[in-house]
């Protein structure tokens, strides 16, 4: 069965609420389309006014971060459970902002994931290395490290579920992309390995993106390939030009 694409934007820490009502409604016309899952992760302040006005669209929308318990004394933090209560369906997990800024270690990570999927939230989980790494060549095990221990005691059933984004990190908001070849091969590589840590239908079912400087003008060739099935967008996800992603 072929994978649905999925196009989500990541807008970080930008878009204050009514930018972002703007945003949602010059995007309207332009994303409506339902060959691809059309997704918009919005800071948490955003996601009230956004979930609304998304309504009655193809758009889902995502969270940026979460918190593992479900309430109590964690000031400043956001649970699961609001987010679902909310209208949220995606939660992106991982992204190598908050492993880097905010320091989440791949156990919280891991911890993440599972919560996620315990409280009916799709995680979107980010991985991906450095330029270091790159020139080494030891990406490859540093790429499927980061898997094995962040999907540790996570179901075949819950990773055909799974959206995976490899996002190089030298790629990501510096105009940098990965080669349509480069991303192909690392995300070919996760597929591979997610059959070797679960089967090959796993394998299959998977969504894994490509993220890192993704744009108008370089979606369609990276979209192309066998094993991308979609992107994960910063920064061109922050103007109209994101819908020529949607139809690329
Ligand atoms: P970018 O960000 O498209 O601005 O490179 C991608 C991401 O960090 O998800």
């Known amino acids: ?15 204050t609420p009514s930018e972002a009502l703007k945003l949602v ?3 309207k016309p332009l994303v409506n389309n339902d060959a691809v899952d059309v997704v918009y992760c919005v800071p948490a302040i955003d996601i009230v006014p956004v979930v609304e006005a998304v309504k009655g669209t193809n758009v889902q929308i ?30 992106i997990i991982g992204h190598s902002e908050r492993r880097d800024i905010f320091g989440e270690s791949d156990i919280l990570i891991n911890k993440k994931v599972k919560k996620a999927f315990a409280s009916g939230l799709s995680p979107i989980l980010c991985c991906g290395e450095s330029l270091e790494l790159r020139e080494s060549g030891a990406y490859t095990e540093w790429i499927k490290r980061q898997i094995k221990w962040d999907l540790e ?12 984004a490899y996002e190089p990190i030298w790629a990501i908001g510096t105009g ?21 840590l679960y089967d090959a239908p796993t394998a299959e079912a998977v969504r894994i993106q490509y993220g890192g400087s993704m744009n108008a003008g370089n979606a369609a060739e990276l979209l192309s390939k066998p094993d991308i099935d979609g992107g994960l967008i910063g920064g061109a996800s922050l103007k109209v030009d994101f819908a020529q992603i949607v139809n690329a």
């Open 176 to 196: 940098k992309t990965a080669t349509a070849d480069q991303a192909q091969e690392a995300c070919k590589l996760i597929r591979d390995y997610i059959a070797e």
């Open 62 to 91: 995502g969270a940026e971060n979460f918190y593992i318990e479900d309430k109590g004394a964690f000031t400043g933090e956001i649970s699961a459970p609001m987010l679902v209560d909310a209208g949220v369906k995606y939660i």
């Open 153 to 164: 005691g996570v179901t075949a059933d819950q990773v055909k579920n799974l959206v995976i």
């Open 25 to 27: 409604e010059d995007l």
């Open 1 to 15: 069965m072929a994978r649905k694409k999925i196009i989500a934007g990541n807008w970080k820490m930008n878009m």
